[in-house]
């Protein structure tokens, strides 16, 4: 049986989702799990016990299995939690995410961003066309640490590109720490 396949079976078997397999040099084998995602239920986020759970049935599948490994890491998907999957855009709907495409946009650009660009920043929503998705963006300047921010901000153009699965090589939740408890002056209450 593949590997990807036993592991597959042993996480969703103990009612997680798997997230990613990495194998690494020196033997490490890496799996990230997630609590299984339902509309509509708050997210509920892995915890130690969860990653020793799974790492203890792990141990045992794999060496029934006779898989060779020096090291098992399993843990949760972190801040910058990839998504590779359509539930995976479904469930981050509205959230910023960071995407990596494949190919340079190229002349669909139209001149409105570089021709060779392919990352991109922005807000993640569903779109009219079935297994299209669409991120949000202004391209706001870059402030630098100690550089003065200024008050009036011109009203920069909102972008939008739209993409399929297959175009990314990438996509990931963008990793958005809030360290002073400071919120945007929208999302504020009093």
Do not use: H
Request: with cysteine.
């Amino acid at each position: 049986m593949a590997l990807q396949n036993i592991i597959e079976q042993t996480v969703v078997g103990l009612g997680y989702q798997l997230v990613d397999i990495e194998r690494s040099a020196g033997g490490l084998l890496r799996i990230t799990i997630d609590n299984v995602w339902q509309a509509g239920v708050p997210a509920q986020f892995i915890q130690v016990e969860d990653c020793e759970k799974v790492t203890r049935q792990l141990q045992f599948v794999l060496e029934v299995e006779q898989t060779a490994y020096s090291r098992l890491e399993v843990s949760s998907p972190g801040i910058d939690r990839p998504l590779k999957t359509e539930s995976d855009l479904a469930r981050f709907c509205g959230e910023v995410i960071d995407i990596t495409l494949k190919a340079p946009m190229g002349a669909a650009a139209g001149g409105l961003v570089s021709a060779n660009r392919k990352k991109f920043r922005g807000v993640l929503e569903v779109t009219d066309t079935p297994q299209t998705w669409q991120i949000t963006w202004r391209d706001e300047p870059v402030s630098k640490p100690g550089m003065r921010v200024a008050k009036v901000k011109k009203d920069l153009p909102v972008q939008a590109l739209q993409f399929t699965l297959s175009e990314l090589r990438e996509a990931r939740l963008a990793p958005i720490v809030d360290f002073k408890g400071r919120r945007p002056a929208e999302k504020r209450s009093n």
